[in-house]
């Protein structure tokens, strides 16, 4: 049984050193190489496009969420995107990886194996790196509520 305790102030945490992984793009079927390297406390997750040149930095954030169409794929505002980042950022999700940079030399990333098993046993193989700096958190302080005709 794992212990919880939820007055304990979270920290920011990055991977322990960078890594390589390379495979095909799901739906692009192009060979895609990405880098993953730990970034600085308050950083995000940042994809950045090395097959260009100027604005090719993509933050992975809610709002740059563009289309989840057969995929998510998110677009900075130049309209630079990358693709099928679901199974990656679940991994970084699930890892607690709060701040990473991601070269990617594509506009997809990798399908892998069609999980996060290869990226989450590349997190583990370089470990992490606990900052002092505290997650930050988002308190909802009113009911939020979406509906579609009958559904909700």
Not at 1 to 15: D, E, G, L, R
Not at 20 to 33: D, F, P, T
Not at 119 to 136: A, C, N, Q, T
């Amino acid at each position: 049984m794992i212990a919880s305790n939820s007055n304990k102030i979270k920290k920011q945490q990055t991977i322990g050193s960078e890594f390589s992984l390379s495979g095909i793009g799901l739906h692009s079927g192009e060979k895609v190489n990405i880098v993953v390297q730990p970034a600085l406390p308050n950083n995000g997750i940042k994809f950045i496009r090395t097959d260009l040149h100027n604005n090719n930095i993509v933050k992975a954030i809610w709002s740059n969420v563009t289309s989840t169409n057969l995929s998510t794929t998110i677009s900075n505002n130049k309209g630079v995107s990358v693709s099928t980042i679901e199974h990656l950022m679940s991994a970084l999700s699930g890892m607690h990886i709060d701040n990473v940079n991601i070269l990617i030399d594509n506009k997809e990333v990798p399908i892998m194996d069609g999980s996060a098993k290869s990226f989450v046993e590349k997190f583990l193989e370089v470990g992490f790196d606990i900052s002092e700096i505290p997650i930050k958190l988002i308190k909802i302080t009113n009911k939020v509520e979406v509906k579609d005709g009958s559904k909700y």
